[in-house]
């Protein structure tokens, strides 16, 4: 079974510069999320999908992150314009049903973002 | 919101040497996941923890849930150079929402 692909793996960019994440899920899982996670810190949720609608979004910071599933399967995770403290691993995860958080999550390998 | 807080922050142990993490959750939860990070690694899931109470076990892993639900360990027994990593907490409340997870507790083993 594939696990969660995600691209780029590494990108830098410049401050104020835009950037977009693409993650594929395990196939047949419902669930997707986005995590952030800065260096020596725990992830963050940032969005979770159930299909391809949002199930929560509370700490997606909306001025700048935005995301979407359009098709209930990938997705993209988007910022715009970028900050420094964006500079962090951005994390895709998925999994199985539709009761998210009370499902083991199966995550990708991660995107590094540097801003300069 | 929610807050989940783990302790130690890091650890460092001699190879055979017993480990515990504490997990504490300002709010009651609706269950507890606990994943390993390897370093340069992404989160991997270990366990789920649902009732209050409950005890789970793997090999030398030993999981608890706190009888209110607030609270959760992670135990190892003989530590080895392969449980080197970053462990993490993480729960969501009774609506399967607000998803968080701790700060993880870095665990070191010395051969």
């Known amino acids: 079974e594939a696990g969660v692909a995600q691209s780029p793996r590494y990108k830098i960019i410049e401050k104020r510069q835009s950037v977009a994440f693409w993650c594929n899920p395990i196939?047949?899982?419902?669930?997707l999320y986005w995590y952030q996670q800065i260096l020596g810190q725990g992830p963050k949720l940032l969005i979770q999908?159930?299909?391809?609608?949002?199930?929560?979004d509370s700490q997606l910071p909306k001025d700048r992150f935005s995301a979407e599933r359009l098709k209930g399967v990938d997705s993209t995770l988007k910022i715009q314009p970028a900050k420094l403290e964006d500079s962090a691993v951005y994390l895709c995860?998925?999994?199985?049903?539709?009761?998210?958080?009370?499902?083991?999550?199966?995550f990708g390998p991660g995107t590094r973002l540097t801003v300069l | 919101g929610q807050q989940v807080m783990q302790i130690p922050q890091y650890q460092h142990v001699q190879e055979g040497e017993d480990f515990t993490t504490y997990c504490n959750s300002s709010?009651?939860?609706?269950?507890i996941q606990w994943y390993k990070q390897r370093p340069g690694g992404h989160p991997v899931f270990l366990i789920q923890?649902?009732?209050?109470?409950e005890v789970k076990k793997q090999k030398r892993l030993t999981f608890q849930f706190g009888e209110a639900k607030k609270n959760s360990s992670l135990h190892i027994t003989a530590t080895q150079t392969t449980d080197v990593g970053t462990y993490f907490c993480?729960?969501?409340?009774?609506?399967?929402?607000?998803?968080?997870f701790g700060p993880g507790t870095r665990l070191s083993v010395l051969p």
């Open positions: 995860a998925s999994s199985p049903g539709t009761s998210g958080a009370y499902n083991e999550q199966f």
């Open positions: 196939s047949g899982h419902a669930t």
């Open positions: 999908f159930q299909n391809n609608g949002v199930v929560d």
């Open positions: 709010t009651t939860l609706s269950n």
């Open positions: 923890l649902v009732k209050s109470g």
């Open positions: 993480a729960g969501g409340d009774n609506y399967g929402q607000n998803f968080v």
